[in-house]
T-cell receptor, first 113, second 111 residues
Framework: NAGVTQTPKFQVLKTGQSMTLQCAQD?????MYWYRQDPGMGLRLIYY???????DKGEVPNGYNVSRLNKREFSLRLESAAPSQTSVYFCASPDRTNTGELFFGEGSRLTVL | QKEVEQNSGPLSVPEGAIASLNCTYS??????FFWYRQYSGKSPELIMS????GDKEDGRFTAQLNKASQYVSLLIRDSQPSDSATYLC???????????FGAGTRLTVKP
């Protein structure tokens, strides 16, 4: 049971390049989230998906797009990367039937030059 | 704007002491409260959850919630060097799918 798996773990991009972060969960959860974490600012919600086929903006959605491909997979796309998007990105999925606990992926460290 | 505030620290305590971590939140509609521990370079992991006013104990950890004061705290008794990490307070308004995190408090336990 892997929980939440995200790829890649590390990525370096040049300004203007695009890339997609992939996330998959095997816990049969309905909801999935994408956060970014910057020093001194905690985790900030980028987008979330409450169920398959739905997505909604979080606190900091500008510059990102998401796709909820199926119940397992939720991807985050940067269409034209900017240095301000240098961050650590976490995919997470909440256990709403029990504690509400968020299960996190291992994180993806993105650097935009 | 829903805010979750924590002292950023660093908080330093000697081994065996009690570490006290505090968190305040602005949204009175918040229903669920969590403490996550995050080691450097790792993802957050849940250590405590609390949903009603009062204290909740789990081993060396005690979470305290006061909804009237919009305040939640975490006490770590008999602190160990392995407790050295950043502790994130998280607050959830379940209906809005909105889990908000504080910036985290960095704790160092000195042997």
């Amino acid at each position: 049971n892997a929980g939440v798996t995200q790829t890649p773990k590390f990525q370096v991009l040049k300004t203007g390049q695009s890339m997609t972060l992939q996330c998959a969960q095997d816990m049969n959860h309905n909801s999935m989230y994408w956060y970014r974490q910057d020093p001194g600012m905690g985790l900030r919600l980028i987008y979330y998906s409450a169920s398959e086929g739905t997505t909604d903006k979080g606190e900091v959605p500008n510059g990102y797009n998401v796709s909820r491909l199926n119940k397992r997979e939720f991807s985050l796309r940067l269409e034209s990367a900017a240095p301000s998007q240098t961050s650590v990105y976490f995919c997470a999925s909440p256990d709403r039937t029990n504690t509400g606990e968020l299960f996190f992926g291992e994180g993806s460290r993105l650097t935009v030059l | 704007q829903k805010e979750v505030e924590q002292n950023s620290g660093p908080l330093s305590v000697p081994e065996g002491a009690i570490a006290s971590l505090n968190c305040t939140y602005s949204d009175r509609g918040s229903q669920s409260f969590f403490w996550y521990r995050q080691y450097s370079g790792k993802s957050p992991e849940l250590i405590m959850s609390i949903y009603s006013n009062g204290d909740k104990e789990d081993g060396r950890f005690t979470a305290q919630l006061n909804k009237a004061s919009q305040y939640v705290s975490l006490l770590i008794r008999d602190s160990q060097p392995s407790d050295s990490a950043t502790y994130l307070c998280a607050v959830n308004d379940y209906n809005n799918n909105d889990m908000r995190f504080g910036a985290g408090t960095r704790l160092t336990v000195k042997p």
